[in-house]
């Protein structure tokens, strides 16, 4: 009993959650907010997703991230930005330029920087398209008949420790569902290899949308890319995100090296 109580408030601390005053249970989700738009710019429409986290005492540094063009280096199709809020929490945003996106001839976006498979399953023929930024953080885009997903890995040097408590890669990726019905799992990835591990965001943000031009014709184009065929009007409900299995033990052991850094109030690096 000792045991599980104190894993379980050391969860809620971590990752930047207050235990409930009324149901004295704690959550193991990070994120707060999810804020999607399409806008136009110089005829190109453009995605942005704003996603808010909170994770305690540990928070983001503020970063400008470009994302280039895998076939041309001086072209630049897309953003990261990473910042902190006044209220403690911090901002991952993510802009990208639909049409060359949805136009990329390779795609292989179905790892994680760590090597392991991205915690989404059941994509059928959605294509996940991987970007690369800073030295080994990605970007993911699948745009499909399922869902519009948008994944963000950051790896983050100050999590090695905690990977280091483990003797192999590890995935904690708790599952959301907001209030606006946007869905999603966000949590750290670790690996045995240096400069490997860090955190992760996925999000289906369709039902996010907000303002501008509306995503089903980008999600229409990357179907028929993929397929051949059009969008159907038959529902599709068999796209879902993965939350690992991990040990009590090793979740354990990540948790209090994490919990570490939350003590001494750190803002982490991104690369």
Do not use: W
Not at 101 to 130: E, F, H, R, Y
Request: charged share 20%.
């Amino acid at each position: 009993m000792y045991f599980n109580l104190n894993r379980a408030v050391m969860m809620g601390l971590v990752m930047g959650l207050a235990v409930s005053a009324t149901a004295c249970k704690p959550s193991r989700q990070i994120v707060k907010g999810v804020d999607f738009r399409t806008y136009e710019q110089e005829t190109e429409t453009y995605a942005e997703v704003k996603t808010v986290i909170s994770m305690g005492n540990i928070a983001l540094p503020t970063l400008v991230f470009p994302i280039y063009d895998r076939n041309d280096r001086g072209d630049q199709i897309g953003q990261v930005a990473l910042r902190a809020t006044l209220d403690g929490k911090s901002e991952i945003g993510l802009s990208l330029n639909l049409d060359r996106v949805t136009n990329a001839t390779s795609v292989d976006g179905d790892v994680l920087p760590n090597g392991q498979p991205i915690p989404v399953g059941g994509l059928g023929d959605t294509k996940i398209i991987g970007l690369a930024f800073g030295k080994q953080s990605r970007v993911y885009v699948g745009l499909g008949e399922k869902l519009a997903l948008f994944g963000i890995a950051l790896t983050i040097p100050e999590f090695d420790d905690a990977a280091r408590a483990v003797s192999i890669p590890l995935n904690i990726f708790p599952q959301f569902k907001l209030a606006n019905n946007v869905r999603g799992v966000a949590g750290l990835f670790t690996s045995t290899t240096s400069g490997q591990s860090g955190l992760a965001v996925f999000v289906d943000a369709k039902k996010a949308q907000t303002t501008g031009p509306s995503i089903l014709a980008y999600q229409e184009r990357a179907t028929f890319l993929a397929t051949g065929n059009r969008v159907s009007e038959k529902k599709n409900g068999d796209v879902y995100f993965k939350d690992p299995a991990a040990s009590p033990e090793n979740e354990e052991k990540v948790h209090s090296r994490l919990y570490r850094l939350h003590k001494k109030r750190v803002t982490v690096t991104v690369q």
